[in-house]
Structure formats: structure tokens, C-alpha cells
Nanobody, 124 residues
Framework: QVRLVDSGGGLVQAGASLRLSCAAS????????MGWFRQAPGKEREFVAA????????SYADSVKGRFTISRDNAKNTVYLQMNSLKPEDTAVYYC?????????????????WGQGTQVTVSS
């Protein structure tokens, strides 16, 4: 079993940047496909980005493509989400997730472990 701890959220103005981190403990992160999801108040959880076990392949939601970058450092057991050019509509609680199967797509139910979430608030 792996435990995920999300961090790095905060309150920023539109146009600013933030980097989220997802630190894993309990097992080696390199065996998991990883993803980031977010949930805004009153809305369903939505896919943001995902990365393969090796880090060689990534996928993004259209709404963040070109602004967000997912990466991982398996030696540090950590996954990152670099968020640039933030917009008010990016405001949400962001969660990282790990898939035992190695899956790294947009379907939330295929992920087995979830972080506790970190709040990102973007003011206009």
C-alpha cells in the first residue's frame, strides 16, 4: 500500500504559477501510473494530467494543455504538477492518485490510492 501526501497549494493571482507536489511513502512510486485530478465546489472531480511509470509519457486535459506540466522523480518518490498562467477557473482542490496497474489515463476509478488534496485558489 502506498500513502500519498499532496502539498504546494495556495492563494495566487491570475497569471501566477504554483508547483504541487505529491510525496509517496510505503512503496516505491516507480511502479505506479500517476495522475492529478481536481474538484471545484459544486462540481464533479475532473482529470488534469497523468504520467507513465517511467515519466516518458504524459497526458493532459484540454483545459490545462500548454499551461500545466506533470513530472516525476522516482528517486525522490515524488510527482509534481507545475501550473503556469493560472486562471480563476483553475480554483479547486487538487488530488494526486496512483494506479497499481500502471495506468495513467483520465479515468479516476482506475486509480487505487489518493492523496488528501491541496487547495488552489486563483483570484482575478
Amino acid at each position: 500500500q502506498v500513502r500519498l501526501v499532496d502539498s504546494g497549494g495556495g492563494l495566487v493571482q491570475a497569471g501566477a504559477s504554483l508547483r504541487l507536489s505529491c510525496a509517496a511513502s510505503g512503496r516505491t512510486l516507480s511502479t505506479y501510473g500517476m495522475g492529478w485530478f481536481r474538484q471545484a465546489p459544486g462540481k464533479e472531480r475532473e482529470f488534469v494530467a497523468a504520467i507513465s511509470r517511467s515519466g516518458g509519457s504524459q497526458s493532459y486535459a484540454d483545459s490545462v494543455k500548454g499551461r500545466f506540466t506533470i513530472s516525476r522523480d522516482n528517486a525522490k518518490n515524488t510527482v509534481y504538477l507545475q501550473m503556469n498562467s493560472l486562471k480563476p477557473e483553475d480554483t479547486a482542490v487538487y488530488y494526486c492518485a496512483a494506479a497499481t496497474s500502471g495506468f495513467y489515463g483520465s479515468t479516476g476509478r482506475t486509480y487505487d490510492y489518493w492523496g488528501q488534496g491541496t487547495q488552489v485558489t486563483v483570484s482575478s
